[in-house]
C-alpha cells in the first residue's frame, strides 16, 4: 500500500524538485581568494582566508546545500558575512540555510524592508510573501560601508533606484574585483524592477558610477552571465543608453508602444534579447518608466 502511495506521488515529488536537481555548481577561481560560483539564480563571490569567508548572494534555498559543498572545497575559514546585492528570491532565497550556518546578512536598508514584508512584482503579477526572519539583514547600511577581512578592504556602496531600490556594489578594492549585482546582466538586456523602485536613469547612472570604479585591469561579476571586464560593461552602457534614447525618440515621433515593439528598436542589439528579457519586455520597461516620469 505504502509502495502505491510513493509511486503515485513520485511524479509531484520530481516535478516539485526538478528545477533545481540537475543544477551544477561551477567555481571559477578569480584571484588567489575570491570565486565566482554560477548554479541558477545570481552569480555568488565568495572571498575566503584565515579571517573566514564571505559570500555575496546566495541563489535559491533548494541548492544551499549544493552550494555549501561548492565552499567547502574551497573555503580557508568559517563562514562569518553573506552581503546581498538585492532583495530578489534568485539572490535571497538561500539566505536562511547560510544565516542559519553563522552567516551574518549584511545589506542596504531596503532590502531588510522588503524581505520582511509581503511585495507584489507586478512584472510578474504575483505576490512575494515576508520571509522568515533568518532571511533578513541583520545589519543594514543607507549609502554604504566597509569592511575589512583577509587583507581586502571592501567598499559596499549603494546606487541609487538602478535595478531596485536596495541595490549594492561590493568592490574587492586590493583584488581589483567588482560584484555589480543585478545593475550587469552581460550581453542581454536588463530585467529593471520599476515596482521595486528600479528606474531606467537610476540604472544607466549606477553603470557610470561602476565605469568610474573599475579600470581596465577590473574583473566584474555581473548578477547574471558570465565573468566579465571594462569593456564589456561600457558595451553594456552603450546598449542602455541607445535603448533609451530610441524609446525617447520614437515617443516623440507620436509612436505608440505597441508600434515600438513591432517596429523593433533593437538594431544591433538583437542578440541582447535571447535571454530573460527580449527586446518587447525591455522596450515596454523604459517607455513606462519615461511615461511614468512625465505624469
Ligand atoms: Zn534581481
Redesign the pocket.
Known amino acids: 500500500m505504502k509502495y502505491t502511495i510513493i509511486l503515485l506521488l513520485l511524479p509531484f515529488l520530481c516535478s516539485a524538485q526538478g528545477r533545481f536537481d540537475k543544477v551544477e555548481i561551477k567555481t571559477q577561481k578569480i584571484t588567489d581568494n575570491i570565486y565566482m560560483l554560477e548554479g541558477a539564480g545570481?552569480n555568488i563571490a565568495v572571498l575566503t582566508g584565515e579571517d573566514g569567508t564571505l559570500m555575496v548572494d546566495s541563489q535559491f534555498g533548494d541548492l544551499s546545500e549544493k552550494i555549501k559543498t561548492a565552499i567547502a572545497e574551497i573555503a580557508t575559514g568559517d563562514l562569518r558575512y553573506l552581503v546581498n546585492t538585492?532583495w530578489?528570491g534568485?539572490?535571497t532565497g538561500g539566505n536562511g540555510n547560510f544565516n542559519d550556518a553563522g552567516a551574518t546578512i549584511i545589506a542596504h536598508k531596503n532590502v531588510r524592508e522588503r524581505v520582511s514584508t509581503d511585495q507584489i512584482m507586478k512584472a510578474f503579477g504575483r505576490e512575494v510573501k515576508a520571509s522568515p526572519k533568518n532571511v533578513w539583514p541583520e545589519i543594514t547600511f543607507d549609502e554604504g560601508m566597509n569592511l575589512h577581512l583577509n587583507n581586502q578592504d571592501l567598499m559596499i556602496v549603494h546606487v541609487d533606484n538602478a535595478?531596485?531600490d536596495g541595490d549594492a556594489f561590493i568592490y574587492f578594492t586590493q583584488a581589483n574585483v567588482l560584484h555589480m549585482?543585478?545593475v550587469f546582466f552581460k550581453d542581454r538586456f536588463p530585467?529593471i524592477?520599476l515596482g521595486s523602485g528600479g528606474t531606467i536613469d537610476g540604472y544607466i547612472k549606477a553603470v557610470q558610477a561602476a565605469l568610474m570604479i573599475s579600470d581596465s585591469e577590473t574583473q566584474i561579476i555581473p548578477?547574471h552571465g558570465a565573468l566579465a571586464n571594462q569593456a564589456d560593461l561600457m558595451n553594456y552602457h552603450q546598449m542602455l543608453t541607445t535603448m533609451k534614447n530610441r524609446v525617447q525618440k520614437a515617443t516623440a515621433e507620436g509612436k505608440t508602444v505597441d508600434e515600438m515593439k513591432t517596429a523593433g528598436l533593437d538594431e544591433g542589439f538583437e542578440s541582447w534579447g535571447t535571454g530573460f528579457i527580449a527586446q518587447d519586455a525591455f522596450i515596454n520597461t523604459i517607455w513606462t518608466d519615461l511615461n511614468r516620469e512625465e505624469n
Request: proline share 0%.
Open positions: 545570481g538585492h530578489h534568485d539572490h535595478h531596485t549585482g543585478d530585467f524592477d548578477g
